[in-house]
């Protein structure tokens, strides 16, 4: 049976695709959320283009007829701008304020209590990526979930770029002995393998005796994991996930790599001393650019004193840490003085680099766990000939307003580019900043 769903601000602003998402069922936009849609569509980031876009749908479906008596959709469906508020006081009782949220909820109750009088009632959603929301309409006894056509994927179910297998001993033996080993080797076989993707074989039987083998997508083998015999930039990595990661970084085949994990676990730092090493001391780049978002993306600094590089010095402080570690240095003014002599080093707000093209550039975007998809698209796709673009971040720790683990724009590029040979992806597991943010990272 067809089913009726009310959309909240928030589904709209986080994907203005998502009237076509919810099959032959009938969507229902209460008009305060076109209100709310029209105080977002000035701003310059990424919800304002969200918002124009969206009103720009919605003034094209006019043409089928008056979006308050409703209008057919493409995939079957039906939408309709609802105008009655007046019956807001049924709420009230439960939440005194007057304000949009809960005009929306007003408008979802009426049509629950409506269709409940129906001798054949449809069932009645509200659709909200705001949690409260969903918390209040449930109080109201209203069903609510969340918008999900934009989940990438399950959270436990991230790709890792590396897997543990148990194998007879003799497949470890003879791995070393050959320095390679076949992909239809049982029971690697059985398991999903992607282009460079890492696989730790262990003895099924219980010894000590291990390997990590690395797929060359070239050469269709596994071979053995490459090892820096000398340290980078002053960095040595210090486990088989900052290993894994530092020879990523280092492979000129690979101009696309993210890197994920929680605080802590070496992911900026490695990507530094990477870019420093292949930039500076090999000179395989003409310039090192290390950008962040500003959260949320595109906000003006025009409040913060001081010319750009001072407005920017705060939000960039992270990746100023980062340098000062790998330079040794921790005086004030110090680094400013390294960098200004270095002349390939650019430290940049994400905001500044949009629209540009970018060869020959080794390019670390940190923080994209704070990225859209849109986002992520428009910077990777500036990425120019010869150059090298990471993505570092945590999809645990996530500022953007309506985007979560499942749906951010790093989740969104591993998943999309981990069959592709160009692109490769490992997960930082073990936290090396210290015992204590180790252990902050998995209890807190």
Known sequence: ?????????????????????????????????????????????????????????????????????????????????????KHITCIQGAFHEINNDNRILAVALNLFEEEQKKQLPRKVYLVSKDALMRIKA??????????????????????????????????????????????????????????????????QLGSSKSAVAYYNPEKNLLEPLWIPDKDIWGIYPRNIQQKMAM????????????????????????????????????????????????????????????DKEEKLRPWMQPIFDNMEFLFGTHKDGRLDDILAGLKRVEVEALTYIRGRTLPNQFIIIDEAQNLTKHEVKTIVSRVGEGSKIVLVGDPEQIDHPYMDFTSNGLTYLVEKFKEQSISAHVNLEKGERSALAQLASQIL
């Open 1 to 85: 049976m067809e089913k009726l769903f009310v959309l909240d601000t928030s589904v709209l602003l986080q994907d203005p695709n998502s009237i076509f998402a919810f099959e032959e069922n009938e969507l229902v936009i209460p008009a305060i959320v076109l209100e709310e849609i029209d105080s977002k569509k000035r701003q310059a980031d990424e919800l304002g283009r969200n918002a124009r876009q969206i009103s720009r749908t919605l003034d094209g479906l006019r043409k089928k007829g008056r979006l308050d008596k409703g209008v057919t959709l493409e995939n079957g469906g039906t939408l309709r701008i609802e105008l009655n508020h």
């Open 138 to 203: 449930d109080i109201l006894g209203i069903p609510a979930q969340d918008y999900l056509s934009d989940m990438v994927v399950k959270q436990n179910d991230l790709y890792p770029g590396f897997e543990t297998i148990e194998v007879d001993p003799s497949i470890i033996d003879t791995f070393y002995t050959n320095k390679s080993l076949d992909i239809s080797t049982e029971p690697l076989s059985r398991h999903q393998i992607y282009p460079h993707k890492f696989f730790i074989l262990k003895d």
């Open 247 to 306: 020879q990523l970084l280092l492979c000129d085949n690979i101009p696309l790599v993210t890197l994920t994990g929680r605080a802590g676990t070496g992911k900026t730092l490695l990507a530094l001393a990477a870019g420093l090493y292949k930039t500076e001391e090999l000179g395989l780049f003409k310039k090192l650019l290390v950008a962040r978002p500003i959260v949320p993306m595109g906000r003006e600094l025009g409040f913060l004193p001081g």
